[in-house]
């Protein structure tokens, strides 16, 4: 469990305070992700970006959050992963390192919350736990729907996309 290896390592011997913020606020926002989206159907790269990319909100740090965004792009082009690869979390853990769902997510929400607005991520998250959402769809569908539903327009969704490949639009 994420929590226990980020308590024990964290919370037992961490003395930076920044960090140590940042590490609550992810994992609390978990549990706001976990309470919207109702457990339905998420996706990794995006509970794990959004967390970040709040976390980094409540407790700034410039420096680590830019690293990661170096990363995150370095890593887009040097392994040529593409949009159908992050989309699809079980592709994603087979074919890439982890960890790269963090800095990638961010960088996607951070993108997607400049498209559609501050409020993307609970929209988002609310779209993915309604009731009457289709169930079983292909990751790709499943995020056409769910920006859709969210109210932020496929070109919204697409210009987040890019922005992974530095396309900015």
Sequence with gaps: ????????????????????????????????????????????????????YIAYLVAPNVSAQLQARVVAAASWERHRIRTDDLLDGDRMRARYDTTLAYSLGERWTAALVRACGERAVGDVLAAMGRSDAPQGLSSRAFWEDTLRAAGCDGESGDGAFASLRGEET
């Design 1 to 52: 469990c994420a929590f226990t290896r980020a308590t024990k390592h964290t919370i037992v011997g961490e003395r930076d305070m920044v960090r140590l913020r940042h590490t609550f606020t992810h994992e609390t926002v978990h549990a706001f992700q976990h309470r919207l989206s109702d457990r339905r159907q998420t996706s990794h790269f995006f509970a794990e970006g959004s967390a970040e």
